[in-house]
């Protein structure tokens, strides 16, 4: 499921102060194309780690023992909504991070067997 900002009134319209939030004019402007693709840019196990919260905020009961059916209102469902989607960024930064450590960690001993100073050269 791709997110539609112009299927969701996230505040009803009003917003604190009369300003318009700035973010949820950017969604409104991106081609369903853009958001489709950032959404396919999450890696499985961010999906998983977001699943998990999900389920461990709302509730967990194996579906085949129970007819689990969950109701809240607009505020709650925004808070759940918002949680979801700062877990999601967080963790794909902590990905990205962990990435980047993971090739600096690789260069830093790529250098390190050629020793301080020395040069690759195509003959070696």
Known sequence: ???????F?????????????????YL???????LARV??????????IISQNVQG???????????VQITTDRENLAGLLASAMMTG??????EQRMELEATIKGSVSFSADFGEGETVSPEN
């Open 9 to 25: 009134d996230f505040f009803g319209g009003d917003t604190e102060e009369g300003q318009a939030n700035q973010l949820l004019k």
């Open 89 to 94: 960024y967080f963790l794909s930064r902590m």
């Open 1 to 7: 499921m791709v997110f539609n900002p112009d299927s």
């Open 57 to 67: 905020l709302v509730g967990v009961l194996p579906s085949e023992a129970f007819n």
């Open 39 to 48: 959404a396919k840019s999450v890696s499985p196990e961010i999906k998983q």
């Open 28 to 34: 409104q402007h991106q081609s369903p194309e853009v």
